[in-house]
C-alpha cells in the first residue's frame, strides 16, 4: 500500500451548528470562489448533531475563518498534514486498510484523525509527528511516494488580522488565538476538544499526545466506547461530477447553509413526489382539492418531524469532489452529477462522543477498527474534532454493535481484574509478616511458592 503527502498544511475547527451563519462568506468562498487551484487546497466539512467540524488549508482558515467573530468556534493551533492512502479505488476492504495504517501508529502513540471519502482515505496526522509517522509506517511495509522531496515545516500558521468590533467573552475566549499561534514552536498539548453547552464551549479532558508512552492502559478506549450512539441516520457515499459543478453547487450551498429550505420543501428533483430521495409518506399528509364528501372530513395530519441533527460530508480536494449524505439530501442533485459506480448499500453511522479526550489521544480509530476488520465488517470512518464516526452496512449494523460492545465488556473485565489483584496485594502488605506456631517469623507464600 503507498502513501501519497500532499503539499498543503491544514488546520481543524469546529463550531456549533447555531454559528453557521456567521460563517457563511468564508464557507461559499472556500467551496466555489477559492482563488488557488484545486492541487493547492483541501475542504472538508462535516456536521453531525453534536457539532460542525471543517479541515482546510492553513491559508483558507488564517484568511478567511479566525478573523470572524463566532460564538463557540475553536480552531487547532497545531497545523496537520495529510496522508492520502492509494486505496486503487477498492472500497470493499477499506475496514483492513484502516485497520493497518492506524494499528502500527497507535502503537507507536500518534493520535491520527481519518478520513475516507468516495475517491481516497485521508490520516490526518499533526505535522510535529510527521518524522514519527513516516519511520513508523515504513517500518510496516507502507511505500511512500517522493517523501525525500517534502521538507516538513514546524513554523505556526501566520497569525490573522483581528476585527475590531468587541466581542463577548464567549467568542474571545474560543477563537483562534494570536498568542497560540505566535508561538516559535508548538507544545505537545492541544487545548481540549470544546464541549458545547447553550451555544458556548466547556474544555475537556485529553492532551499530552505528544509525549506520552503507549502501552496496554492507553490503548484501551472502552470508556469511550461506552459513549457510542446510533442517531436516525442512513446515508450513502458517492462523488461529484466536477465537469458539471455549475449544476449542483448552488445546492451543496443550500445544503450547507439552508438545510431547512431542504428539509421543509422535501420534494426532491423537480417538485415532484420526492425524486426517489423524499421523505416517504410525506404526500398522505398534502391537502386534497375539496369536495362535498370531504367537506366534514378532520383536517389532514401535520407532517412527521424532522429527525434530530443529520450526518453530512462535503470534501473536495484535488482526486474530485466526495458527500455523505441521506438520500433526502442527494435527491435534490441531477441523478448526471452523481458518481456512485463504487458506493455501496445505504449505510448506518455508530457516532462516539470524544469532547472529553482530545485531540492527542491514540488508538481511538483502532480501537474500532481492528475489532470490526477481524469480524469482515466493513467500514467507513470520518473523524471530526470532537466525535468519531463509524459508517457500517445497515444490514451489518447489529453485529457491529454487539462486537463494540464486547470490546467495552472485555475491558471492564479486564479492569476489574487489575482492581482486584491490586487490592488483594494491598491486603497482603497491611497483613504483614505471618508468625508461626513456635514463634518463628515466615514468608507468606504466593501462588504455593515461598
Known amino acids: 500500500m503507498s502513501i501519497t503527502i500532499p503539499s498543503f498544511r491544514l488546520l481543524l475547527l469546529t463550531l456549533p451548528k447555531t454559528s453557521l451563519p456567521l460563517l457563511a462568506h468564508p464557507i461559499l468562498k472556500a467551496l466555489h470562489f477559492h482563488p488557488s487551484p484545486p492541487s493547492d487546497r483541501f475542504f472538508s466539512y462535516t456536521e453531525n448533531h453534536l457539532e460542525v467540524s471543517i479541515v482546510a488549508d492553513v491559508e483558507t482558515v488564517a484568511r478567511d ?14 497545523p496537520f498534514r495529510a496522508l492520502q492512502v492509494d486505496s486503487n479505488g477498492v472500497l470493499g476492504n477499506s475496514a483492513e486498510r484502516i485497520n493497518e495504517i492506524s494499528k502500527p501508529l497507535a502503537m507507536a502513540g500518534v493520535s491520527i484523525l481519518y478520513l475516507s471519502t468516495y475517491q481516497t482515505d485521508y490520516v490526518f496526522v499533526k505535522e510535529r509527528r510527521m518524522p514519527l509517522v513516516i519511520s513508523t509506517l515504513q517500518a ?19 497569525t490573522p488580522s483581528l476585527p475590531d468590533a468587541p466581542r ?58 461506552a459513549r457510542k450512539l446510533v442517531p436516525q441516520y442512513t446515508v450513502r457515499l458517492v462523488g461529484l461530477n466536477r465537469e458539471y459543478v455549475d449544476q449542483w453547487i448552488l445546492t451543496v450551498m443550500r445544503v450547507i447553509l439552508f438545510d431547512d429550505t431542504i428539509r421543509r420543501h422535501g420534494a426532491g428533483r423537480g417538485g415532484g413526489g420526492g425524486g426517489g430521495g423524499g421523505r416517504t409518506g410525506s404526500s398522505a399528509h398534502l391537502p386534497s382539492s375539496t369536495s362535498s364528501s370531504q367537506a366534514n372530513a378532520p383536517p389532514p395530519l401535520p407532517p412527521p418531524p424532522p429527525p434530530q441533527g443529520r450526518f453530512f460530508n462535503y470534501t473536495a480536494d484535488e482526486e474530485g469532489i466526495s458527500l455523505v449524505a441521506d438520500a433526502e439530501v442527494l435527491a435534490q442533485f441531477p441523478e448526471h452529477c452523481i458518481n456512485s459506480s463504487l458506493s455501496r448499500r445505504p449505510l448506518k453511522c455508530i457516532q462516539v462522543d470524544l469532547a472529553d479526550y482530545g485531540l492527542d489521544r491514540y488508538g481511538i480509530v483502532c480501537s474500532m477498527a481492528d475489532p470490526l476488520a477481524a469480524a469482515e465488517i466493513d467500514l467507513l470512518y470520518l473523524s471530526t474534532y470532537m466525535t468519531a464516526n463509524v459508517l457500517v452496512d445497515e444490514e451489518d449494523l447489529p453485529k457491529a454493535m454487539g462486537i463494540l460492545d464486547e470490546v467495552v465488556a472485555n475491558e471492564k473485565r479486564t479492569e476489574d481484574e487489575e482492581r482486584a489483584a491490586e487490592l488483594e496485594m494491598m491486603q497482603h502488605v497491611e497483613a504483614g509478616p505471618l508468625i508461626s506456631s513456635d514463634g518463628a517469623v515466615t514468608v507468606a507464600e504466593v501462588d504455593g511458592e515461598p
Open 65 to 78: 475563518f479566525a478573523i470572524i467573530p463566532c460564538a463557540g468556534m475553536v480552531i487547532c493551533p497545531d
Open 140 to 158: 510496516s511495509n507502507f511505500a511512500f511516494l517522493d517523501v525525500e522531496s517534502f521538507d516538513f515545516d514546524h513554523t505556526p500558521p501566520p
Open 168 to 225: 463577548t467573552a464567549a467568542q474571545s475566549s474560543h477563537m483562534y488565538s494570536p498568542a497560540w499561534a505566535a508561538r516559535p514552536h508548538f507544545s505537545d498539548s492541544t487545548p481540549p476538544s470544546p464541549k458545547h453547552h447553550a451555544g458556548a464551549a466547556a474544555g475537556g479532558g485529553g492532551g499530552g499526545g505528544g509525549t506520552q508512552q503507549p502501552d496496554d492502559t492507553h490503548l484501551r478506549n472502552g470508556r469511550f466506547l
